[in-house]
C-alpha cells in the first residue's frame, strides 16, 4: 500500500480517537459517570460502535483515555497562554487566575466524576490511580513552571502543593453554585501570601 | 393514650430514623451514589420499607436528612474532642488535625458523593443547595469557635476559608490512595502559616 493511502488514514483514525475523547468529556460533564454510556458517547461523537470498541474497548479505557488527552491539551493551553502573559510582579497573579480556571473548568469537572466514581468501581481505580499521579506530577511541575521558581528553595514546593490543594478545594466548592466572588477574594489574599512565600 | 406508651412510641421512631440515616451514609461510603438504593438502606439498616417510606419518602430526602444528621453529630464530636485539648500555642495544630481527619472520614466521602451526583440530578439538587450553604456556614463558624479567634480581625475571616477549602482539596486528594503522609507534611507548613495569620 503507498504511503499516500497509509498516512490519512492513519489521520482519520487520529482524528475518529480525538472525537470519541471530546465527546467523552463532554459526557461526563452534562450527564455524570453513570449518564455516561459507551453508547451515548458514540453517537455525541458521530462514530460507529465498531470503530469505538476497537479503539476503546471498555467504558474505564474510554474515560481515562479521556480524561489524558484532555489534561495534555489543557496543559499546552495553559503553557500558551502562560507565554502570552506580560513578565513582572503582575505575572503570579495572572498565573493563579489561569490555574483557577483551570480547576473550576470542565476537565477538573469530568475527572472529580471519575475519581468519585472510582472509589467505588474496581476496574475504573485501576485504570485511574496510575494516571491520577501522572497528572498530578505534570500539574505541579506545569505550576513551578508557569510561576518560574526554583523547587530547590526551602518552601516553595510546600507553597506550589498547597496551591494546588487549595485550587481543588475551590473547585469543588463551585461545583454546584457560581462560588466566583468567594474564590476571586480568597486568591487575591492567597495571591499576596504566595509571592511572600515565593520571593527569596 | 396515656404519656407513657406515647413517649416511647416516639423513641423507638427516633430510633428508627437514626438507623436510617447511619446505613445511609455506610451505603454512600461503601457502594457510592449509584450503589445506594433505598432497598439496601433499609435492609441494611433492618428496617420495614414501610417505615422507612414513611420517614423518608425519597432517596434524595434520606440521603440528604442523612448527611445533615451525620454533620450535626461530627460538629458535636469536634467541639467535644476541642474541649479536651490543652490550651497554649500547641491547640491551634491540634485543631487543624480534628479538622483534617473530619475531610478525610466518612462524612466528607458521603457528601462528596453526593455533591458530584447533585451535579447531574435535579432532584437531588434541589435539598442539597440549600444544606450545603447551611454545613458550610456551620463549619466556618465552628472553626472559628475551635481556633478561638476574633473574625472581626482584619485577615481572620480569609484566613479561616483558606484553611476550609485547602482541607476540602486535601479530602479529595485521599480519595484514591492514603495521602495522609503528604498531608501531614503540608499542614505542617500551613499551621505556621495560619498562627502568623491569625495572631493579632
Chains 1, 2 share one sequence.
Not at 56 to 61: I, R, V, W
Amino acid at each position: 500500500m503507498p504511503a499516500s493511502t497509509r498516512v490519512p488514514q492513519q489521520e482519520r483514525s487520529r482524528a475518529t480517537q480525538a472525537r470519541l475523547l471530546e465527546a467523552t468529556v463532554e459526557c461526563l460533564v452534562e450527564h455524570g459517570w453513570s449518564g455516561t454510556t459507551t453508547t451515548v458517547v458514540a453517537t455525541r461523537a458521530g462514530v460507529s460502535r465498531g470503530a469505538q470498541l476497537h479503539h476503546y474497548p471498555t467504558k474505564a479505557a474510554l474515560v481515562t483515555a479521556a480524561v489524558a488527552h484532555l489534561a495534555e491539551r489543557r496543559a499546552e493551553e495553559l503553557r500558551t497562554e502562560a507565554e502570552a502573559l506580560p513578565p513582572g510582579p503582575q505575572r503570579l497573579d495572572l498565573v493563579i487566575d489561569l490555574l483557577g480556571a483551570a480547576f473550576t473548568g470542565p476537565l477538573f469537572v469530568a475527572a472529580l466524576e471519575l475519581w468519585v466514581a472510582a472509589r467505588t468501581d474496581r476496574e475504573l481505580r485501576e485504570a485511574l490511580v496510575p494516571l491520577e499521579a501522572r497528572v498530578g506530577r505534570e500539574m505541579h511541575r506545569l505550576t513551578v513552571a508557569l510561576l518560574d521558581v526554583d523547587e530547590r528553595r526551602p518552601g516553595v514546593r510546600e507553597a506550589v502543593q498547597a496551591t494546588l490543594d487549595l485550587l481543588r478545594g475551590l473547585g469543588v466548592a463551585n461545583l454546584l453554585n457560581d462560588d466566583s466572588s468567594r474564590r476571586a477574594a480568597l486568591l487575591h489574599t492567597w495571591k499576596r501570601q504566595l509571592a511572600t512565600l515565593l520571593t527569596p
